[in-house]
């Protein structure tokens, strides 16, 4: 017999892309939906998949996904962000090994992203290997304000079928991603590094650089100029909050 498995999402006025989260999971034994008390139709679309549907008020994506952890009523776990589909190949690889006996306690998944429609193999972006699938009484969740992700105690594999992500579908919400990833990365930051001003100017660039040519970005033609931009700034606006949040808090 296949071993059950709990789909977890965190979602929050993802209407947009809920339903194609959950229709990619729904071949799962429970989907667990954590809402952070959105304004638009993410429930409405949620409750057609599932009745496990928790509201919790946004305290960080870290936060959310413990809770969602927490939620998950079997052992193997999958965990997916609203913007994310697990392709039929993927499933189908999943349950197979679900219906043996698993060599580990958690798997890898490479992801496939996509920029403005396009899929992006190049700027470091692929394989780009996830940990979302794991034994729930082997799994923490690191304490991180961006960039969170999972520990297992146990040997990690690596599966061979892609995760899908529609990341960054236009540009309006690519400048919102980045003010807000921005501001966590230096709020993550502030106690670590002391920013020197030079850093402001040489960081971007040096980013820039590295996903454009050293991560074959030029391959991508536009598409890869803009994510080379995009990663740019984000950390040239990570080093200048930084430095903001540094230098206003000399004085107390």
Same mark, same amino acid.
Not at 12 to 32: A, F, M, P, T, Y
Not at 114 to 143: A, M
């Given at each position: 017999?296949?071993? &059950?498995?709990?789909?977890?999402?965190?979602?929050?006025?993802?209407?947009?892309?809920?339903?194609?989260?959950?229709? =990619?999971?729904?071949?799962?034994?429970?989907?667990?939906?954590?809402?952070?008390? @959105?304004?638009?139709?993410?429930?409405?679309?949620?409750?057609?998949?599932?009745?496990?549907?928790?509201?919790?008020?946004?305290?960080?994506?870290?936060?959310?996904?413990?809770?969602?952890?927490?939620?998950?009523?079997?052992?193997?776990?999958? *965990?997916?962000?609203?913007?994310?589909?697990? =392709?039929?190949?993927?499933?189908?690889?999943?349950?197979?090994?679900?219906? *043996?006996?698993?060599?580990?306690?958690?798997? &890898?998944?490479?992801?496939? @992203?996509?920029?403005?429609?396009?899929?992006?193999?190049?700027?470091?972006?692929?394989?780009?290997?996830?940990?979302?699938?794991?034994?729930?009484?082997?799994?923490?969740?690191?304490?991180? &304000?961006?960039?969170?992700?999972?520990?297992?105690?146990?040997?990690?594999?690596?599966?061979?079928?892609?995760?899908?992500?529609?990341?960054?579908?236009?540009?309006?919400?690519?400048?919102?991603?980045?003010?807000?990833?921005?501001?966590?990365?230096?709020?993550?930051?502030?106690?670590?590094?002391?920013?020197?001003?030079?850093?402001?100017?040489?960081?971007?660039?040096?980013?820039?650089?590295?996903?454009?040519? =050293?991560? &074959?970005?030029?391959?991508?033609?536009?598409?890869?100029?803009?994510?080379?931009?995009?990663?740019?700034?984000?950390?040239?606006?990570?080093?200048?909050?930084?430095?903001?949040?540094?230098?206003?808090?000399?004085?107390?």
């Amino acid at each position: 017999m296949r071993k &059950k498995i709990s789909a977890i999402i965190i979602a929050g006025n993802e209407e947009k892309n809920i339903r194609d989260c959950l229709q =990619s999971v729904k071949w799962c034994d429970e989907i667990i939906l954590v809402d952070s008390e @959105s304004t638009d139709k993410t429930v409405e679309i949620g409750k057609e998949f599932t009745d496990k549907i928790f509201i919790k008020k946004w305290e960080g994506f870290a936060d959310q996904k413990k809770y969602s952890l927490e939620k998950a009523a079997n052992e193997w776990v999958l *965990s997916l962000d609203a913007d994310e589909r697990v =392709s039929d190949e993927l499933r189908e690889e999943v349950e197979n090994l679900l219906n *043996s006996d698993p060599q580990y306690a958690g798997y &890898k998944i490479p992801r496939e @992203s996509y920029f403005l429609n396009k899929k992006i193999k190049h700027c470091g972006w692929y394989p780009d290997y996830q940990l979302r699938l794991f034994q729930k009484s082997k799994t923490q969740v690191t304490e991180r &304000k961006v960039h969170e992700g999972f520990i297992v105690d146990g040997k990690v594999g690596t599966l061979k079928n892609n995760l899908i992500h529609f990341t960054h579908q236009n540009i309006a919400e690519t400048i919102s991603k980045i003010n807000l990833y921005s501001t966590l990365e230096a709020e993550e930051k502030f106690d670590k590094k002391k920013v020197k001003p030079l850093q402001i100017l040489t960081h971007p660039i040096a980013a820039f650089l590295n996903h454009f040519f =050293s991560r &074959k970005g030029y391959k991508e033609g536009v598409h890869g100029l803009m994510i080379s931009l995009i990663h740019a700034m984000t950390n040239m606006l990570t080093y200048m909050k930084l430095w903001e949040m540094q230098n206003n808090n000399k004085g107390k």
